[in-house]
């Protein structure tokens, strides 16, 4: 099932609304980097609140999602990793080194706004 | 059927301190008890069975002569109630059938005695006391045939020191009971998760922080940081008495699960010689941002959080809306 | 007509879509048996993993979730099949950062963190068991 991708200004939202399969995510990852490109977006947000699992192909791919997205310029934050889902990625060893992970979509925005001011003080300066 | 429901029962109770049926086998074989022993104990009936009023009430006066277990049977009605309890496991030595029904009534005699708080020294003192009187009995018993009388002796001490093991384990079984019931109640205690200020947590952890311990509190922790919408937790170890790998281990998982959710976490109250411990075992703890003290540690979070505090200047009148200026314009 | 609860649930494990349907099926049942939602998550979270390896190594095989007792315990256990290559080195595979098809190797050591107990039997050529339980707290 295909994950709706959203774009909100010089962001994409995609918001995950089932549990999905490895060809799944692959898709979304592929997806992703893809629109990157197209809409030159700066941020874009995973929202994983409907995940129940977070197992170790998951975690891996969202990792190598974050890098190729930044490799294509943008910033990547998944958002709404429940407390269930956080407790078995630790215990199994897991830990999405290198990716920012924020509590909700709402944090999430605030998040890559936070970002893009930055950018332009920094361009302004 | 009431024999049914009794044999269910001894399983129950045998079975629940992890005495089946081969663990009690081997401890038989241990002490070397076998068919001989039953024989020559089943013999002994008839003594016991005659000296037993005697025995019991020597037993009681020698007890109720020291003032330490004088207390525990105060109660005349109680006391003969333990008497009449005591006058049927004397006897049942020499009964036979050392199987399930007996390991129970030996288990629930060791049971009764931790539960009055009887000291394991006076529960002890009272099969020497049995051992010392029969021993007499028996030398009586067979004048000019020594050998006969310690044979049977013999087998009567290993029958005690199979029923001193019951009622030991019986007595340390309740005691791991009770402190795991405490264990609990201290755990369901000792961990509040306080919110300090809007999106800023403290956790202080006081005590042992073993793995379901410390299961339990980030599980605790990570649903307040969702609740709360928690921007940065404190985790404060001032109280835990030794931090080792494995807690460094636990800390760095709740750290990371935290992280996962959106919360940084700064850890406060690691002592110089914990610390000193933990770069001695080269536990990498690189991920841990540590502060020294709670104080502090709020300090850091303010600085996160983009908060200042700042101290009340009295000099400076306070600011009263007074509606708009009536000179102005 | 009442509704009986579910025992066990037994999943075919071919391809992708398989360990999403064990791993959902798995949770459903510690749900109906009573564990919390922490327990539940790391009981899919190790079918999930379970059913990868099958895939990875064995191509195929099965998983099968159901409920156990032992005395006073209670609990659920899944158990991983395949007639695949097998573990040479079961001691080996448990050790963390051991792996031999090139993932992170977090795999089976992580797996055990996730549950009470953990045993594989497993030769090579003869395919993998694994059996894992975790106990109701």
Not at chain 2, 189 to 198: F, M, N
Not at chain 2, 230 to 257: F, K, M, R, W, Y
């Amino acid at each position: 099932m295909p994950v709706p991708i959203l774009k909100q200004g010089d962001c994409l939202i995609a918001s995950i609304q089932s549990a999905l399969t490895d060809a799944d995510l692959l898709e979304l990852r592929d997806e992703l980097s893809e629109r990157v490109g197209r809409y030159r977006s700066k941020g874009v947000i995973i929202d994983v609140t409907v995940l129940d699992v977070l197992d170790s192909f998951a975690s891996r791919t969202l990792r190598t999602m974050a890098e190729m997205i930044r490799l294509r310029g943008a910033e990547t934050v998944i958002v709404g990793i429940q407390p269930e889902v956080a407790f078995s990625m630790v215990q199994l060893g897991l830990s999405l080194d290198g990716v920012t992970t924020v509590l909700d979509l709402e944090e999430g925005l605030a998040h890559l706004d936070r970002s893009r001011r930055a950018r332009v003080a920094h361009a302004g300066g | 059927m009431a024999a049914t429901r009794q044999r269910v029962h001894a399983d129950d109770l045998a079975d629940s301190i992890g005495l089946g049926s081969e663990e009690l086998a081997m401890r038989k074989r241990f002490l070397e008890f076998d068919d001989d022993d039953v024989q020559r104990l089943e013999g002994m009936y008839g003594l016991t069975h005659e000296h037993v009023d005697a025995v019991i009430e020597a037993f009681y006066e020698h007890l109720l002569s020291f003032p330490e277990t004088t207390s525990f049977f105060r109660d005349p009605r109680l006391l003969e109630h333990v008497k009449g309890r005591q006058k049927n496991y004397f006897i049942r030595l020499t009964q036979g059938d050392y199987d399930h029904d007996y390991v129970t009534d030996r288990l629930r005699l060791g049971s009764i005695h931790e539960r009055i708080g009887l000291p394991v020294r006076s529960f002890l003192g009272m099969y020497a006391f049995y051992l010392r009187q029969i021993a007499a009995l028996l030398v009586q018993e067979h004048p000019g045939d020594p050998e006969h009388a310690f044979q049977k002796f013999h087998s009567l001490t290993k029958l005690l020191f199979f029923d001193i093991g019951l009622g030991v384990d019986m007595y340390i079984h309740q005691r791991e009971r009770t402190i795991a019931v405490q264990q609990d109640a201290i755990r369901e205690l000792s961990t509040p998760v306080l919110t300090i200020r809007d999106r800023l947590l403290v956790l202080p952890i006081i005590g042992i922080l073993d793995t379901s311990r410390a299961q339990q509190l980030t599980e605790e922790l990570l649903r307040s940081i969702r609740e709360s919408r928690a921007q940065v937790v404190i985790l404060d170890v001032t109280g835990v008495p030794a931090v080792d790998s494995a807690v460094a281990n636990h800390l760095l998982q709740t750290v990371e699960a935290s992280r996962l959710m959106g919360a940084q976490v700064i850890v406060t109250g690691l002592s110089a010689s914990v610390a000193q411990a933990l770069v001695t075992l080269g536990v990498d703890l690189t991920k841990l941002n540590a502060v020294g003290d709670l104080q502090g540690g709020i300090e850091v979070a303010n600085g996160i959080m983009r908060y200042q505090v700042v101290a009340i200047d009295d000099t400076i009148p306070e600011v009263v809306d007074a509606g708009p200026d009536p000179e102005a314009g | 007509m009442s509704r009986t609860p579910v025992d066990d649930v037994c999943v075919a494990i071919r391809s992708d879509a398989d360990v999403v349907a064990a791993r959902s099926l798995g949770r459903s049942l510690a749900e109906q048996h009573g564990f919390g939602t922490t327990d539940v998550t790391m009981i899919a979270t190790a079918i999930s993993e379970l059913a990868r390896n099958i895939l990875k190594y064995a191509h195929e095989g099965e998983i099968v979730v159901e409920t156990v007792e032992r005395g006073s315990m209670s609990g659920v256990s899944v158990v991983a099949r395949d007639d695949g290559p097998g573990i040479p080195d079961v001691g080996l595979a448990l050790q963390d950062g051991f792996s031999t098809a090139n993932s992170l190797g977090l795999g089976l050591p992580g797996t055990r963190r996730l549950m009470d107990e953990f045993e594989i039997v497993s030769a090579p050529g003869s395919g993998t068991v694994i059996t894992a339980i975790k106990w109701r707290r």
